[in-house]
T-cell receptor
């Protein structure tokens, strides 16, 4: 079975500061890992994914994530937060026929 | 533009009534999924379908039913047997073709349907 743990249900940062959202996974096979973003009352949009190859993955809107097998982590970062980054962020593992297993989400708050 | 259309956006239901949520995609994807989202709970898989006329239960299928009569359509019925149906429901699709396919199964989501039981 695969699972995802997102540390911190709410993260607050100042505009212009570093964004760090934490995700740890559990998987018995080499994982496929994803980050999705959700704005209020909308569906989920793919930010980035890790499948194989380079462990540092770049996504949309200036976000990136690094796959660290030794730490079973896939943390999401952005060097400088913008007000438009305020949203719910979901880490997910899987990518097989039965879809994805999601974490419980982290609500990102941007302080002006 | 290709995408996934969910309707209605908002739905109110009285206890004891069945309700059907629509999901239509024009992405020519084979696989479709239904997830339920509750505050602080993330997304949980209800049902999924890899091909027409076939579908499998997810983690929380009790009280729900689906059909897959057409490739582009995957409606979800929330029955009166579902004890706590108030939630945000998300439909997704992908072009994943199962075992042997290369690459990961990347899901594309609709905008969701919010069901409230009065």
């Amino acid at each position: 079975a695969q699972s995802v743990t997102q540390l911190g249900s709410h993260v607050s940062v100042s505009e212009g500061a570093l964004v760090l959202l934490r995700c740890n996974y559990s998987s018995s096979v080499p994982p496929y890992l994803f980050w999705y973003v959700q704005y209020p009352n909308q569906g989920l949009q793919l930010l980035l994914k890790y499948t194989t190859g380079a462990t540092l993955v770049k996504g949309i809107n200036g976000f990136e994530a690094e796959f660290k097998k030794s730490e079973t982590s896939f943390h999401l970062t952005k060097p400088s937060a913008h007000m438009s980054d305020a949203a719910e962020y979901f880490c997910a593992v899987g990518g097989g026929a039965d879809g994805l297993t999601f974490g419980k989400g982290t609500h990102l708050i941007i302080q002006p | 533009d290709g995408g996934i259309t969910q309707s209605p956006k908002y739905l109110f239901r009285k206890e004891g009534q069945n309700v059907t949520l629509s999901c239509e995609q024009n992405l020519n994807h084979d696989a479709m999924y239904w997830y339920r989202q509750d505050p602080g709970q993330g997304l949980r898989l209800i049902y999924y379908s890899q091909i027409v006329n076939d579908f499998q239960k997810g983690d929380i299928a009790e009280g729900y039913s689906v059909s897959r009569e057409k490739k582009e359509s995957f409606p979800l019925t929330v029955t009166s047997a579902q004890k706590n149906p108030t939630a945000f429901y998300l439909c997704a699709s992908s072009n994943f073709h199962g075992t042997g396919s290369s690459g990961a199964n990347v899901l594309t989501f609709g905008a969701g349907s919010r069901l409230t039981v009065l």
